[in-house]
């Protein structure tokens, strides 16, 4: 059928045509009204990859696309999920609340009431995302003001379980390190008494031979005492020789080789009881492998014992003291962007999107019906259904265009062409 064919057609049969438009758009109209309005309310949530209150390095500015849209997708996910929706349901107290249950479609059945209302509140939510670091969620029922109350509490309980979920591993981590820090500290302190009683054993070893001390090396004054005694010394043995033993000037000699010998003894037991005391001097360490220069003998490994001690107990404290800090924390890299409103007109229906659609399916059902009778009930309407229906050529095609123009006479009149001429 040509588009003229059609055309002839629809004139034709303009009133089944509009009959079906007028019924479709008439159905759609009346829909539209009986149809329970529903309401939308946004709230828009600006999430942020960065964490001020944070000692750690948990959470970090994320340099590519993929990451920040994977981290966006894992926020839309935690918004959406039924541990953020039980905590609207329990902060709202929509099962105590009998208008809520009614607009939300919920029942007293065999499903506790709780559980039906977290399913139908993640049914109603839509959560968005998109390239910026905005996610918005949207909630839809039949109170507009009960889409604003339930979207601002999604809001609001997706910020507290980012605080929850974000404080909760911290503190048991604080809590580990604590019980750590008991068995480290106890460790080390063991440690440090087992080097302490080694090193207080080898300060009596030293003090029995205060020459091998460096304290005795370094002290000048027992130096020269030991060069004085050496010298006098030196000088008996030369008045020995000279004089004899009971010569006034040998005797002298010998008192005061006396006299420096005590003093000399003196000094070191001075400095073998400053070195023997708890409190003394700190002995040289040889590294490990070496002698030492004290004692003559390998160092120990004690020593080492408590340096590794010391820096597990050191890192274990820097990070029960950052697990502490972060357990503590207040705040979230969330916030609420622009809280939802009470929307003023119904998301659905729409009533003009609705009649505009109801006109198009109505011109095409009436056009449809058109096509369909006029095949079922072919009619000769031009020349082209003519040939059609005899299947022969046409040889003349009689039109009413000069009858239109004024040509040909009409039925009853007669034509002015044929009558004489005056004169």
Partial sequence: MSLRQFLLALRARFGVFAVSLAAVVLAATVASLVMPKSYRATVSLLVDAKDEQSMGQALRALGLPQEHVSYLETQADILASPKVARRVVQQLKLAENPAALSTLGVTASGVRIE?????????????????????????TCADPRLAATIANAFAT???????????????????????????????????????????????????????????????????????????????LRELSTQYGVNHPAYQRQVSENLALRERLQGELRRVAASVASPGGPPLARAAPGQSNPQTGVLEPVLQQDVESAERAYDTALQHFFSSQVDSRASQTNVAILSPAAVPLQAYRPNIRLNLALALLTGLALGGALVAVLERQDARVRCAEDLAAAVQLPLLAVLTNEGRRAGLLPRPGVPDVRALPRPG
Avoid: N
Avoid at 169 to 184: C, H, I, M, N, Y
């Fill in 157 to 235: 309980a997706y910020v507290d379980t980012m605080l929850e979920l974000r404080v909760a591993p911290t503190r048991e981590a604080a809590a580990w390190f604590d019980v750590q820090l008991k068995g480290l500290r106890s460790s080390l302190e063991d440690a440090q008494r087992k080097l302490r009683a080694d090193q207080d054993g080898e300060r009596q070893r030293l003090a029995q031979h205060p020459d091998r001390l460096p304290q005795v090396r370094d002290d000048t004054f027992i130096q020269q005492l030991r060069a004085d005694l050496l010298h006098g010394e030196a000088k």
């Fill in 115 to 139: 559980d039906q209302l977290v399913d139908r509140l993640l049914h109603a939510l839509k959560v968005e995302t998109s390239q910026s670091s905005v996610v918005r969620g949207t909630f």
